[in-house]
C-alpha cells in the first residue's frame, strides 16, 4: 500500500456522478446510468435541506484556510508536506509489523523478514489464492485446536488422520496423512529448482512460505505452494463436514490444471501468451507432465 492510496485531494461540493460511472467502468461491472443518477438523487434528498444550501454556497477557494500537519512534533501547513513525509509517518508510527514475522523467525533462522510477503503477488496470483495465502502467513487460521479452545468444536482432533490434535503446523505440514503428498511435491520441486532441498526444514519453510526471487522457477514453485495448501486446506474441509477424507493429490492435481488452464486462457485473451511462457517454459511443462498433470493446450 503506497500513501497515496490513502489520502485523496480533497475538493468542496458534492461527488461529480461521473466518478460513479467512473468507478464502474474500473470495476467493470455492468451499470444502469439511470439507476445511479436516480439513486443518487435519492441519496441527496436524505440529507437536510440545511446542510446542501451551505454545501452549495461554499465558493471554492474563497475562504481558504490553512490546514496543518503534525510531522515529526511540530506543525507544518500541510500543502507544503511532501508525500515522503507522510509515507515516513506511516511506516514508523501507524503500520505496525505483524506479529507472524516473530514467530517465522524464531522458526527459521537464514530467513529475511521481507521473504516472508514478498512472494505472494504477481501476475500469476488469483486474488483469492492470495488472500488466503496472506491468512495462512499471519497464521489467522481457525484450526480444530483453537476452535476446541474457543468452545466451538468438540474436538481438537485433526479429522484426517485422527491421531493428534489439529495444531497450525500439523494442518499443513505434520499430518502423518500428508507424507507421501509431500514426498511426491518435494521430488517435483527438487525437479524445479534444479537441486536439493538439503535439510526438512528447508523444505518445510518453502511449503509454508515460499522461495525467494533467486530460485530457479521460483515464481512456478511460489504459485504451486499457495495451491498445494489450498488443496490440503480443502481436503480438510470436507473431513470435516462429510467425514470422509479424500486424496489430497487428485485435490491439488485438479486445482492446478483448472488454475493453469485458466491462467493459459487469462494470457491468451491479453494476447501476452509470450508472459506466460516466459514462466511456464517448455521444460517447465515437461516436469509438470511427467508429473502426470496435463498442461493447457496447444503447447509446443
Ligand atoms: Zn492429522
Redesign the pocket.
Known amino acids: 500500500m503506497k500513501v497515496r492510496d490513502v489520502l485523496y485531494e480533497f475538493k468542496e461540493g458534492f461527488l461529480p456522478v461521473q466518478f460513479v460511472f467512473d468507478a464502474m467502468e474500473e470495476a467493470k461491472e455492468e451499470y444502469n446510468r439511470k439507476e445511479i443518477m436516480n439513486n443518487y438523487e435519492t441519496f441527496k434528498n436524505a440529507i437536510p435541506k440545511d446542510w446542501i444550501k451551505k454545501i452549495e454556497s461554499e465558493e471554492p477557494g474563497n475562504k481558504e484556510k490553512d490546514v496543518y500537519a503534525m510531522v515529526g512534533g511540530k506543525l507544518c501547513v500541510f500543502k507544503e508536506c511532501t508525500v515522503k513525509m507522510f509515507y515516513a509517518i506511516f511506516r514508523d508510527v501507524v503500520f505496525k509489523k505483524p506479529k507472524a514475522n516473530d514467530y517465522w523467525m524464531q522458526r527459521h533462522e537464514d530467513l529475511k523478514e521481507d521473504n516472508i510477503w514478498s512472494n505472494t503477488k504477481g501476475k500469476l496470483v488469483e486474488t483469492k489464492l492470495a488472500n488466503s495465502e496472506f491468512l495462512i502467513r499471519h497464521r489467522a487460521i481457525f484450526t480444530d485446536a483453537i476452535l476446541h479452545k474457543i468452545g466451538r468444536e468438540q474436538s481438537a482432533v ?1 479429522k ?2 485422527g ?2 490434535d ?1 495444531g497450525f503446523l ?1 494442518l499443513f505440514l505434520h ?3 500428508l507424507d507421501s503428498f509431500k514426498t511426491k511435491c518435494k521430488e517435483l520441486f527438487e525437479k524445479l529448482k534444479g537441486g536439493r532441498f538439503e535439510k526438512e526444514s528447508d523444505w518445510n519453510k518453502t511449503v509454508m512460505l515460499g522461495e525467494n526471487y533467486k530460485c530457479k522457477n521460483g515464481k512456478v514453485i511460489n504459485l504451486l505452494v499457495m495451491i498445494m495448501k489450498s488443496a490440503i486446506w480443502e481436503r480438510r474441509v470436507v473431513a470435516k463436514r462429510e467425514k470422509t477424507v479424500t486424496n489430497v493429490e487428485t485435490i491439488f492435481k485438479r486445482k492446478a490444471e483448472k488454475y493453469l488452464t485458466c491462467l493459459y486462457c487469462y494470457f491468451k485473451t491479453l494476447d501476452k501468451l509470450d508472459d506466460f511462457y516466459r514462466v511456464f517454459t517448455d521444460k517447465v511443462c515437461k516436469i509438470l507432465e511427467d508429473f502426470n498433470w496435463e498442461m493447457p493446450d496447444d503447447h509446443g
Request: net charge negative.
Open positions: 485433526c484426517v488422520c491421531d493428534e489439529e500439523h499430518c502423518r496423512e
